[in-house]
């Protein structure tokens, strides 16, 4: 590999839906492999077999390209390194595997659940940190080949240094240090045949060339493990970064207890991509100005490692809404429309009349969040008489000014060829001189003829749904 080919991967496992997290790690990497013209490349850790979720994979390609991260290399693209899925790469595991047993780095470990368990007890009782006691650690060889022989099922653990310290240097925190003595005796291959993540990811690391491993904090603590296998191989290994944390609001970490945390569950409910993206990218790293909005093109160019935070970073959906709004204004009204329809559909609205739902986008949209907030809006604009939101609604319309502004209001709309939002401010002024009734006396008792509600979209916004006739008719219908 050449000294300046930036290879990055994005190692998801195939579990269910694509994390916000797990979005966040794959826009970092794709942002720092486009930032310096290397590759970016979709990998997939399906190792641990008891966790596959029929259907993730097909997920997780899917919102990746929805989010706009296309994929150099990976599953359903290609490249010279594959196969992309590391079920499919068992035999090199287990190459690799007896190549460590070989060399003494690496052995066999026979011991039962049962037993592992026990010894777990034991050393939480005696207030110890559970780890493996290496039991199996110095077995003859003879041992060995008469428990194989047997057919005892077995593991292949890593031979942890027992003295000395593991350094290594992160892009984000510096240098880190890690005692040996706190190293676990990691499994390296499991009963199953199957690798777990610590070897399949340091061989296929090293295979599929890769130069800089950008995860997230939580791989912090497996580090040192991974950086005496390379050493075991006799491999120099990547450059690490360790992006921070995703935290809830009250900082404990990210989790669905307090809100969604997939981001097919944002895109659901109508949030945009480009929405998504830019926030997702500020959450950690930020570009040392004060500007907030960004299109994917301008991360790249602005996206440095040197800039991503330690400390770990807030989820705030308040200000993912105020970022979607944002995008939402940007917005034609057409493509806005467009884009509500499914929601209006879904609850049953009557979306057939196009214009008509033009004109209802039209008069909700500043409202907006995002899409699926459209149906809190709306219902104004289907019923087929106005229902009062309360008492205080209802008396208002009774009071002599407000019968004055109906009379006076019906009178001039009567004279008026049609009513729209071109119109409706000069049919009111003229009300308003005849009446002299002015300001919320005179648009309160309109709004709530016309709506059955107090606050809601610009007046002669709903004027424009409504049209002539059913303006009249509803006013009728208050007197």
């Known amino acids: ?31 720092f492999a486009k930032h310096n013209n290397g590759k970016f490349i979709l990998r997939i850790e399906d190792t641990d077999q008891n966790r596959f979720v029929v259907g993730a994979l097909e997920n997780l390609i899917g919102a990746l390209k929805k989010m ?43 011991c039962t659940s049962e037993r592992l368990e026990e010894v777990r007890q034991k050393q939480i009782a005696e207030k110890r940190p559970p780890m493996y006691d290496r039991h199996c650690r110095e077995l003859t060889q003879d041992e060995i080949k008469e428990k194989l022989d047997q057919g005892i099922p077995h593991v292949i653990r890593m031979k942890i240094p027992l003295t000395g310290e593991v350094n290594f240097t992160d892009l984000i925190r510096g240098e880190v240090s890690f005692s040996c003595k706190i190293l676990d005796d990691q499994v390296l291959v ?11 990811n340091v061989v296929d690391d090293h295979l599929m060339e890769i130069s800089h491993i950008i995860r997230g904090e939580e791989w912090l603590p497996s580090t040192p493990k991974h ?3 390379y050493k075991a191989f006799g491999w120099n290994h990547p450059i690490f970064a360790h992006l921070p944390l995703l935290l809830n609001p009250d900082r404990t970490k990210l989790s669905k207890r307090q809100g969604d945390v997939a981001v097919e569950d944002y895109l659901a409910k109508g949030y945009l991509p480009e929405a998504i993206i830019n926030f997702v990218a500020l959450l950690g790293w930020n570009p040392g100005s004060e500007k907030e909005s960004f299109t994917l093109k301008e991360l790249i160019d602005s996206f440095s490692i040197e800039r991503v935070q330690k400390a770990g970073a807030v989820f705030d959906i308040s200000k993912l809404n105020w970022m979607n709004a944002h995008y939402l204004k940007e917005l034609s009204n057409r493509d806005l429309t467009g884009l509500c329809i499914p929601f209006l559909k879904e609850k049953n609205y009557d979306t057939s009349d196009y214009d008509k739902t033009l004109k209802i986008i039209i008069a909700v949209r500043t ?22 939101e309360n008492q205080e609604a209802e008396d208002l319309t009774k009071t002599e000014t407000s019968k004055k502004v109906y009379l006076s209001l019906l009178e001039i ?46 007046m002669p916004l709903i004027a424009d749904v409504f049209g002539k006739d059913e303006c009249i008719k509803r006013l009728k219908a208050v007197l």
């Open 1 to 31: 590999m050449s000294s300046t080919t930036v290879r990055v991967r994005f190692a998801p496992s195939p579990t269910g839906y694509l994390h916000v997290g797990g979005l966040r790690t794959a826009l970092f990497n794709y942002l």
């Open 68 to 110: 706009g991260l296309d994929f150099d290399e990976g599953v359903g693209v290609g490249g010279d390194f594959g196969p992309y899925i590391q079920s499919e790469r068992k035999a090199l595991y287990h190459k690799h595997a007896d190549e460590l047993i070989n060399s003494g780095k690496a052995y066999y470990c026979f």
């Open 190 to 200: 499991k009963s199953d045949g199957f690798p777990t993540y610590h070897l399949a």
């Open 227 to 229: 950086v005496l296998l």
């Open 367 to 388: 409202h907006l969040n995002f899409v699926a907030e459209v149906t809190n809006y709306v219902d104004i604009f289907f019923r087929p008489s106005v229902v009062f």
């Open 413 to 458: 709309m009567n004279s008026e060829s049609s009513i729209g939002k071109e119109n409706f401010k000069g049919i009111i002024k003229k009300v308003q001189e005849q009446t002299g009734v002015k300001g919320k006396d005179l648009f309160m008792p309109v709004r709530i003829a016309l709506t059955g509600e107090m606050h809601g979209p610009e």
